[in-house]
């Protein structure tokens, strides 16, 4: 398992190394990663039963980081805006349904995966076209998965406490605190291009180290409940693609108006 998990490593960072440097590829690349995470969303709920429009979610997701690439935005809330249009027509879509049970699950976990996954990971795009994004990008990047790294590496070996057994046996205290300990050194090996000291630097990696392991730990209770080991299997070793980007779920939006207040 390790094995497989370091080749599938190398193996994303030698195409993320390729993509980054131009400011639309990299954008391309996140939203492949957004509709392969939301098919495996979907496809969690479908197997807990639940019924839901999945390729009219996977469509409408994959505009919303489409629209940031080709920066079609033509008004501020231009991601809300869509969100509701989509909300409109999936109500309309129940209306050809035969049966009225089960329209509000349906209508609220396919609105639930758009937002959950297409717009916050949409962030990362945004992150990318900011001043310095390439910087920043690979910023947030290094911090939020040094933060897996540690806890995978410590909390293998040496986890003996529980953190949250009922929603991740496998989890541990001693791999969470090692976590945060891996994003922060990340954040100050870093901090060149967050333009910050020692001290405020290893604060920023603290906390955007708890909202990386906040982020995992969602998905990991949404897996519980769906009662899947992993979101897919598209990454050897890893799992699926959700399982790897769920740590960023939460880091990529609070890390752009993070940032967007500092470079104001």
Do not use: H
Not at 16 to 38: N, Q, R
Not at 103 to 125: M, N
Not at 210 to 225: F, H, N, T, V
């Amino acid at each position: 398992m390790l094995l497989k998990r370091i080749i599938t490593s190398i193996v994303l960072i030698a195409v993320m190394s390729g993509v980054l440097a131009l400011d639309w590829l990299c954008g391309i690349m996140v939203t492949a990663f957004i509709v392969f995470g939301l098919y495996e969303f979907f496809n969690m709920l479908e197997k807990k039963g639940i019924r839901i429009y999945k390729y009219f979610g996977i469509g409408m997701g994959a505009i919303i980081p489409l629209s940031i690439v080709f920066r079609f935005e033509p008004t501020r809330s231009w991601e809300l805006l869509f969100i509701v249009t989509a909300l409109l027509f999936l109500i309309l879509m129940q209306f050809r349904r035969r049966e009225s049970s089960g329209v509000v699950v349906s209508i609220s976990t396919t609105i639930f995966g758009i937002l959950y996954v297409s717009w916050f990971l949409s962030f990362l795009i945004k992150i990318r076209y900011l001043s310095g994004g390439l910087g920043l990008f690979s910023t947030v990047i290094l911090i939020t998965k040094s933060g897996d790294i540690g806890a995978y590496l410590v909390g293998s070996r040496f986890g003996k406490t529980p953190l949250i057994p009922r929603i991740s046996p496998n989890k541990s205290i001693e791999g969470s605190a090692a976590g945060l300990l891996f994003s922060m050194a990340a954040a100050v090996a870093c901090r060149g291009f967050l333009k910050l000291p020692y001290l405020q630097a290893s604060l920023v990696g603290f906390l955007f180290g708890i909202l990386a392991q906040l982020g995992d730990l969602s998905e990991s209770l949404i897996k519980r409940d769906c009662q899947v080991k992993d979101s897919g299997r598209l990454l050897p070793g890893m799992g699926g693609v959700l399982d790897l980007a769920d740590s960023l779920i939460f880091t990529a939006p609070a890390f752009y108006f993070y940032m967007n207040f500092i470079l104001r």
